[in-house]
Nanobody
């Protein structure tokens, strides 16, 4: 499975961005999908997660501002980010935990997309 991320960029405080993460490959089904973010010098932190049944989890710092969603038919995950703050500046990574038909449960990381929030 390969992941393709898109949607990062530079935005002013209070602005919005939408990140996408598309999973492609053969013989797999997705268990859950997660967005992480990382600032240089700090550990990667979970931002939002969506499991196969549609349940979602969010970091307290983004609750009410970010919305994670998923298009099951396209194996694509989205992160709608509203009311962005400078402290949201980071590189955002998608992570997909999936079940391969012969190899069992695996996970894969996207290449990351940079989000910068600045006046």
């Amino acid at each position: 499975v390969q992941l393709t991320e898109s949607g990062g960029g530079l935005v002013q405080p209070g602005g919005s961005l939408r990140l996408s993460c598309a999973a492609s490959g053969e013989s797999f089904s997705i268990n859950f999908m997660t967005w992480y973010r990382q600032i240089p010098g700090k550990s990667r932190e979970l931002v939002a997660q969506i499991i196969s049944g549609g349940s979602t989890n969010y970091a307290d710092s983004v609750k009410g501002r970010f919305t994670i969603s998923r298009d099951n038919a396209e194996n694509t995950m989205y992160l709608e980010m509203n009311n962005l703050k400078p402290e949201d500046t980071a590189k955002y990574y998608c992570n997909v935990n999936y079940r391969h038909s012969t190899m069992g449960n695996l996970e894969v990381w996207g290449q990351g997309t940079l989000v910068a929030v600045s006046p």
